[in-house]
């Protein structure tokens, strides 16, 4: 698991543009909830695997905590995987041609094709019957017509999104960063996400708290959740 270490300085300047609050969030709705974990795949998972994340697989156990949670408090659950889709109309060649060279690329594309080992879901995840399971072909799963993160939020009527997975400082970070700009409420799981080191997974948070996302531990949230919906029934 990731020791967290945020930056004085990004705790200070978040507050500082919270008014003097720690948080952004300190209630929110379970049943406009949904929970986005974000590439728990064998590709990233797995010893050995193309793009392995060895933090990603300590993660689980939590991931799984606020899944099960979500769903006792009437919120939603949502997979996401990253996938290489051969015949998309607009081709990633920034990605698979510029930024990498030819190993990784070839790895990527391979594992990642839908139906591939590498692309399924984590076996260890908690994973049940009729959560959606989204397949997206680049970092963000809100990037315009290549996932339908967006479209399957608005159909739930969510406003608010509980971020975990994998890579806290890729595909984690560009999907809660997308999102508070459609206008989400963006929670950010310190202890929910996997990066290849401290470092990067702390700069993520130091980043992402000032402006783009709430950062709290899994145990927080799970107490917020569990506080809302015993709101939700004392009002019914």
Not at 34 to 62: C, K, T, W, Y
Not at 87 to 92: G, Y
Not at 118 to 140: C, I, M, N, Q, Y
Request: contains cysteine; glycine residues 8%; hydrophobic residues 40%.
């Amino acid at each position: 698991m990731h020791t967290i270490k945020m930056s004085a300085a990004a705790l200070e300047r978040g507050k500082k543009n919270r008014g003097g609050r720690d948080h952004a969030f300190e209630t929110f709705d379970p049943a406009r909830t949904a929970h986005v974990i974000v590439d728990l795949q064998n590709g990233f998972m797995e010893e050995g695997a193309v793009s392995e994340i060895p933090v990603a697989r300590d993660i689980v156990p939590n991931v799984n905590a606020l899944s099960q949670a979500i769903r006792a408090a009437g919120g939603t659950n949502i997979f996401l995987r990253y996938t290489y889709d051969p015949n998309e109309k607009i081709a990633w060649t920034s990605w698979y041609g510029d930024m990498l060279g030819t190993p990784f690329s070839e790895g990527l594309r391979k594992g990642f094709a839908a139906g591939e080992h590498d692309h399924a879901l984590w076996p260890e995840l908690d994973v049940a019957e009729g959560e959606p399971v989204l397949d997206k072909t680049r970092f963000s799963g809100f990037t315009q017509g290549t996932c339908d993160l967006h479209k399957v939020l608005q159909e739930l009527d969510v406003d608010t999104v509980l971020i975990t997975g994998t890579v806290t400082n890729c595909c984690s970070e560009a999907t809660a960063r997308d999102a508070q700009q459609l206008s989400y409420k963006v929670i950010f799981l310190s202890d929910g996400n996997a990066a290849l080191n401290d470092d990067e997974h702390n700069g993520t948070l130091d980043s992402l708290y000032p402006v783009f996302a709430d950062v709290r531990t899994t145990k927080e949230v799970i107490g917020l959740l569990n506080a809302g919906a015993a709101t939700r029934t004392a009002a019914e």
